[in-house]
């Protein structure tokens, strides 16, 4: 029996339990007592049964089928179930709740360009809808199928590395590759490489899907966001197949390349991107973590770093007080001889923060850069914690994403939302944040900085409160508008890393102007004029 | 009396003559005779007398008169003649022999956005073609006005600097503001900026000419080219104005911004941009530079050096053997001891390779860098020559542009093409075009790379040749053509940083692909409907 939890977990076991650390927190901050550690809240442990019927006709499923064959193409209920949402928050309730209004009418595995091709002649001849589907690691309701049609899996047969340029430092790779898979791959090829994008969801998530929603990974401050990767790529759109060259830059025209970056599945399929690599070289990487008497110091640190032209670190890291608290908590490192002895030094909880740090590149460019930031450190009065706080969170950095299930089995909303600010608005977005979402009475909100440039920095905000029971979906949706509206209000972007989907779509319009948006609308027109790459409001787009 | 002469020079004392050793390498290599320097071949010094009517009717030109006030608009021959070429070859030559056949009508100063965004209606409203105007270095055929129309100058009210926010690291400044004065005015102030980016032109060229263009500067290794510095701009389109906002990064669909940068006046009028500054700390900056014994080991150091994870250098240049012998001739060290006991140890003409190196950024890092790029080029058996050759070399960077006119005086063609290529392209592209160079029995042909990345470099040709008088637009076409078509043949990108005017539109589409080109019309469609934005084919676009 296949049931709906069975869509929202990832399989992996470190989604079945909650760490000691955790569970203390969870009971000091929201009052738990142990028996409502037992709650099995919206477990979602039906058996899918969709009553959406499948709209698309026999001919045309026929028809579909036989360009990809039987064993590529799926119309059962799980099937279609397990297509029709991301990881959001929002996305989980309704698959615990089994709420699956429009799932796709098929699920159907390209085994080939070409097949792609047919697919998408015959869709827009029939104005089917198309939604591209990669690791279903959105948190933005990007993969959702609210007009139904196909979902286009290239997970099975877009896997694969194509080519690795030694001399030239690229790799070509198939959209549907996942992220371990590859870096694997890169890790064992030559003289040994490194993809160097590693976004949090790097476990459950693929190529496409990081070029798609215009991702960024752990070490972006070292090499970038997934935009500063991508040298070329292929997009087979409605309209036509656009393939572009592969050149280290170039001045002939603005570059298209870059307008399927961040596209949300909005304009067609892409199918293969070259991309940057890098030496991997772990022995070289240098780490370091500091503690700072506040997130203001820390701030101003990580900002006098990255002006300061002495190179930039890989992975650059500040957790605010709050997330420091936490990580103190959840680590069981609260109340020890080493917490309290930091206490006298003016290191207080909670105000004082963590940093983590880490470079990668060669041992004269490591030392340097390390050596750097601790100067710079010192004259914010960071005190240094070594090497090791920053390597234990690197050991598990992929870890927190799995508590997600268990604390909403415990009623316990889990959600993230990141911007990108100028350094200039840094502090009082911050502040106005967490203003807000301390609105709500029992609240942990962790707010961190993970991609560092000249100009300014993310904010990456975690919160974890227990729900009204029954009433999560209205209780979330309102709460969120209102942390949207507040990074609006405070000059911070609408997403960084995340993308936008068909969450936040409702807020484009007001963000870009809609003179900008209307250009967006135009580009989609021209690629994709029968409207059916991954539609309903995605990016704000029509239809 | 205004001569054609006076539009061409650019009236800078360093054009007037020829350096002694530029004059012997013309004896020795075109086989001058001493009478033969005193030419002056289409001197250009006739009075300018356009024979080409003004087409705008008078009830138009008085309304464009009433908006910017008569002080700001030129209909006289000397002005209009003034606004229609760049200082490519062929429009060098089509000024000497006084052919100017599509002058604009009329040369518009605007003094507001508000005044561009009515000129910008009452053009669209009557067809009228609008060509945005800077400094006028285009060697595309950028700025030329094929559909007369207006010439929109906006070096005369857009050249201030709007705000420099040293938290952010960033200056807002005006499009049609001059390098140097931009830089001056970063030098001076608060804790002293550069904007770091310096490109051959940079005392010829402004902000919005480097952003439509899509251009490098000789620190782009370091700095990267303009397309990274840019972090929203403000554009008057014929249908709305597009303002972006300034972020760090975001993933809020794909930039908007991106699609000005490279646009070539084709989209829009861009009025300000917001990029990056950085500290200007030249006490800091260290020099190195190097002889290498070919030019294939002085790229496999450069491309080591780009992919070892050391940092980067800002200027980052080999020239190749050509180009080393005759820098070696022009500053008279051919035949010194100090040649001779570089041929002694092997380092021998014409195969040796001039390397120039120069760090920016704090003393710790510049000091890593250089100390590791020589690490890295002692292993390619470089001979370091130490910093003297590239501070000399940084004294004249913008000079050699000063000897087209003089050259051109004596029947000489002086031009320069350029392309970027993968590191794996980059030998066998160099050698076809110089052996495609060299069907010309009388050519000096020098080629560098200046601008670096870890995947591939630019390859920049500079060549000079006597020609055949009175046939030189004819012989310079044909001989041009065979170099973008060899560029082409052997994977080299039409342009790194010149970008494509009407020079290269003919080749944007095998280029491109008609798919992304489609997709390029689509958008300037959108902008432009009625076509009128720097009309003529400019990046191969309609009309």
Same mark, same amino acid.
């Given at each position: 029996m296949k049931t709906y939890r069975d869509i929202f977990? &990832?399989?992996?076991?470190?989604?079945?339990t909650i760490d000691k650390g955790t569970i203390n927190v969870i009971k000091e901050? @929201? =009052?738990?007592?142990d028996s409502e550690l037992e709650q099995k809240h919206?477990? =979602?442990?039906? $058996?899918?049964?969709?009553e959406p019927q499948i709209q698309l006709n026999k001919e045309i499923l026929n028809h579909l089928t036989e360009i990809? =064959?039987? $064993?590529?193409i799926q119309t059962d209920d799980f099937s279609r179930a397990n297509h029709a949402f991301g990881k959001s928050y929002y996305e989980l309730l309704k698959l615990r709740k089994a709420?699956?209004?429009?799932?796709?009418d098929a699920v159907i595995y390209p085994r080939s360009e070409d097949d792609i091709v047919k697919i998408l002649n015959i869709c827009n001849k029939n104005r089917i809808a198309v939604t591209p589907f990669g690791g279903?690691? !959105?948190? #933005?309701?990007?993969?959702? #199928?609210?007009?139904g049609g196909i979902s286009l899996n290239l997970t099975k047969h877009f896997n694969k590395v194509l080519d690795v340029n030694e001399i030239n430092s690229i790799a070509t790779v198939q959209s549907g590759m996942f992220g371990p898979a590859f870096e694997e791959y890169l890790n064992n090829y030559g003289a040994k490489y490194s993809c160097g994008h590693f976004p949090q969801s790097f476990e459950y998530s693929t190529v496409g899907g990081w070029v798609a929603a215009k991702g960024a990974g752990q070490a972006s401050t070292g090499y970038g966001k997934i935009e500063n990767m991508i040298l070329s790529m292929k997009v087979i759109t409605p309209s036509g197949i656009i393939e572009t060259k592969t050149y280290?830059? !170039?001045?002939? =025209? &603005?570059?298209? *390349?870059? #307008? @399927?970056?961040? !596209?949300e599945g909005t304009l067609g399929i892409i199918t293969q991107v070259t991309m940057k690599i890098r030496k991997y070289?772990? $022995?070289n990487t240098r780490y370091t973590s500091f503690i700072f008497k506040n997130f203001e110091s820390a701030v101003n640190a990580m900002r006098t770093v990255m002006q300061s032209g002495i190179g930039v670190p890989h992975l650059f890291r500040i957790s605010d007080p709050e997330e420091t608290e936490i990580a103190f908590k959840t680590k069981n490192f609260d109340g020890t001889f080493a917490d309290k002895f930091l206490n006298v030094l003016g290191y207080k909880s909670p105000e004082r923060c963590l940093m983590f740090v880490a470079v990668e590149g060669s041992k004269s460019y490591t030392n340097q850069v390390i050596s750097s930031i601790k100067n710079i450190s010192k004259r914010y009065k960071a005190f240094s914690l070594g090497a090791s706080p920053t390597k234990k969170w690197l050991e598990q950095r992929?870890?927190?994403?799995?508590?997600r299930d268990p604390l909403m089995d415990l009623g316990i909303m889990t959600d993230t939302l990141e911007t990108a600010v100028m350094w200039d608005n840094l502090i009082p977005l911050w502040s106005a944040v967490r203003k807000y979402l301390k609105t709500r009475e029992k609240i942990v909100a962790m707010v961190h900085i993970s991609h560092v440039y000249e100009n300014g920095a993310n904010l990456y905000f975690t919160f974890l409160s227990p729900m009204k029971k029954g009433d999560e979906l209205n209780e979330y949706t309102e709460y969120h508008k209102g942390i949207i509206e507040t990074i609006q209000a405070n000059k911070?972007?609408?997403? *960084?890393? *995340?993308?936008?989907?068909?969450?936040l779509a409702p807020w484009m319009e007001n963000e870009l102007g809609i003179e900008s948006l209307n250009l967006m609308q135009a580009i989609k027109d021209h690629l994709d004029p029968n409207g059916i790459m991954n539609p309903g409001n995605t990016l704000g787009l029509k239809p």
């Open positions: 977990k &990832w399989g992996d076991k470190r989604e079945t901050k @929201f =009052g738990y007592a919206l477990y =979602g442990n039906q $058996e899918v049964n969709l990809v =064959g039987k $064993e590529n709420e699956v209004s429009t799932p796709p279903q690691s !959105s948190v #933005t309701r990007g993969v959702e #199928t609210p007009k280290p830059a !170039s001045a002939q =025209g &603005w570059d298209i *390349h870059q #307008t @399927f970056i961040g !596209s070289r772990p $022995e992929y870890s927190s994403a799995y508590l911070g972007s609408l997403s *960084h890393h *995340h993308g936008v989907g068909r969450m």
